[in-house]
């Protein structure tokens, strides 16, 4: 987790994974953590709980697909996006449904390139 303050709020960067065991590496034998192979449920967790505690003032999302570094997360499902909230200010709960923003136009565009390339590819 990065916290940076900006504009005089917090901003928060994170990565959610589920780890459904120990074990050693097949490639160096070290002990490693096993991650479940479904990492967008664990966002989508975090983001519903975030939602339902009324701490989400407004969110937007962007397209995510990249390549995995280990042999661990080679076997993870690619995470299909990334959701990025404004939460609110100083913990007080909002009784609204956060606002959904579109991404902003540089990601808009990473984004339509990004699926043009990647339907050319192929699967």
């Known amino acids: 987790m990065l916290e940076k303050k900006t504009d005089g709020r917090p ?16 490639d160096t034998g070290q002990i490693m953590h096993h991650i479940a192979p479904y990492i967008d449920a664990e966002r989508d967790l975090l983001m519903r709980d975030l939602r339902e505690a009324g701490m989400v003032q407004n969110v937007f999302q962007i397209s995510a697909r990249g390549r995995r570094c280990s042999a661990e997360m080679a076997r993870a499902i690619p995470t299909t996006q990334i959701d990025v909230a404004t939460l609110v200010h100083d913990g007080a709960r909002q009784e609204a ?16 390139i990004w699926h043009g390339v990647s339907k050319a590819l192929g699967p």
Not at 11 to 21: I, P
Not at 102 to 112: E, R
């Open 11 to 26: 901003v928060w960067l994170g990565s959610l994974t589920f780890d459904r065991g120990v074990g050693f590496s097949r």
């Open 97 to 112: 449904q956060p606002v959904t923003l579109p991404p902003p136009p540089l990601i808009a565009l990473k984004d339509q």
